[in-house]
């Protein structure tokens, strides 16, 4: 019992930390254009193990149920730069979840709010 007790703060704990999310419009060296995503997490003495990438071009849907991109080198901060199919003139939204794995399970923290760019 006390061991479920001890799970369930530590998950409680990880719902509460808050991602913040920018992006920016970046050159690849190759010349291609590309959108950098960055985060930073505020979770306090937890560290995160990785972290999920979401993108829809539609505001509130469109993000799927699969990640579009999954960071596993763990920390409270990263980025992920995002050259694959984009498009110019398309406005991208860009949302990430952290995760923490105990006893082989995820939890989840709560969504960043959205990071929004526009191809040029």
């Known amino acids: 019992d006390e061991a479920d007790a001890a799970i369930a703060a530590q998950t409680e704990a990880i719902k509460n930390i808050k991602i ?3 992006s ?3 050159k690849t060296k190759s010349g291609k254009k590309a959108v950098k ?9 937890k560290t995160l193990d990785g972290v999920e990438v979401y993108r829809s071009t539609q505001r509130y849907k ?4 699969e990640p579009f991109y999954t960071s596993t080198k763990g920390g409270n901060t990263g980025s992920y730069t995002n050259t694959k ?9 860009y949302r990430v979840r952290g995760f923490v794995i105990i ?9 960043s709010l959205k990071a929004i760019r526009t191809v040029k």
Request: glycine content about 14%; aromatic content about 18%; charged content about 25%.
């Open 20 to 22: 913040k999310l920018s």
């Open 24 to 26: 920016k419009q970046i």
């Open 37 to 45: 995503v960055t985060w930073t997490a505020a979770a306090g003495d």
């Open 62 to 65: 469109g993000y799927g149920k």
């Open 85 to 93: 199919s984009l498009k110019k003139g398309t406005k991208y939204y």
């Open 103 to 111: 006893d082989g399970q995820k939890y989840y923290t709560d969504w």
